[in-house]
């Protein structure tokens, strides 16, 4: 199997890609074959078209496996194995998200709970625990908003990220709405209290 030049550049890239975060070269450009292979492929024609050994590329898929990034499936009248990846690229992007947290954030997030139950024995302790407080209380804001994009339809997602800067300016818009409310409202509640004193 010949991979086309478009392909192939893509499939290099992403290989290097992935290096740069945290998964195997090879694993990479395994998935980068899938996610643009019109077909399911088994792999034989992963290794063909990459020129990887086959036990490379049995441990690629079983890495991919783990991540929950390729689907296993079979044809009729054929024993081997065949994958590809998820068709929906959010969906994507969302596994790989929710499998980093698992291995990356999870842990810090754990070691860090654990930190701030212990009792500081110094003023050095106790202000590497207020540190370790301020970068617990963000992790976990972070965590929170991260779970409710995970139960966001993916076209909710979309849009959302679509409104980029949009978003910022709604925020300054209900600040001042905020503002105004509350000048409109102090007379009244000053008010209020002068009544009560009375």
């Known amino acids: 199997m010949q991979l086309p030049e478009l392909a192939r550049r893509f499939v290099l890239h992403f290989g290097e890609m992935g290096s740069r975060w945290g998964i195997n070269r090879t694993v990479g450009q395994i998935y980068a074959l899938l996610f643009i292979s019109e077909r399911p492929l088994n792999a034989d024609d992963i290794a063909a078209?990459?020129?990887?050994?086959?036990?490379?590329?049995?441990?690629?898929?079983?890495?991919?496996?783990?991540?929950?990034?390729?689907?296993?499936?079979?044809?009729?009248?054929?024993?081997?194995?065949?994958?590809?990846?998820?068709?929906?690229?959010?969906?994507?992007?969302?596994?790989?998200?929710?499998?980093r947290r698992k291995r990356e954030i999870d842990p810090t997030l754990s070691m860090l709970r654990d930190a701030l139950l212990e009792q500081p024995d110094s003023p050095a302790e106790q202000y590497a625990q207020e540190r370790m407080r301020q970068m617990h209380?963000?992790?976990?804001?972070?965590?929170?908003?991260?779970?409710?994009?995970?139960?966001?339809?993916?076209?909710?997602?979309?849009?959302?990220?679509?409104?980029?800067?949009?978003?910022?300016?709604?925020?300054?818009?209900?600040g001042r709405v905020k503002l105004v409310a509350s000048r409109k409202r102090a007379p009244t509640e000053q008010a209020a209290l002068k009544a009560v004193e009375d």
Do not use: C
Request: zero cysteines; a negative charge.
């Open 49 to 99: 078209a990459l020129d990887f050994s086959r036990s490379n590329v049995s441990m690629g898929l079983k890495e991919l496996g783990a991540w929950h990034l390729v689907r296993m499936q079979h044809l009729p009248g054929d024993r081997r194995d065949y994958f590809s990846a998820p068709d929906d690229v959010w969906a994507i992007f969302r596994t790989l998200a929710e499998e």
């Open 137 to 174: 209380d963000l992790i976990e804001l972070a965590t929170r908003w991260f779970d409710d994009i995970q139960r966001m339809p993916s076209e909710d997602v979309r849009r959302l990220m679509q409104l980029g800067g949009a978003v910022q300016k709604l925020l300054a818009f209900k």
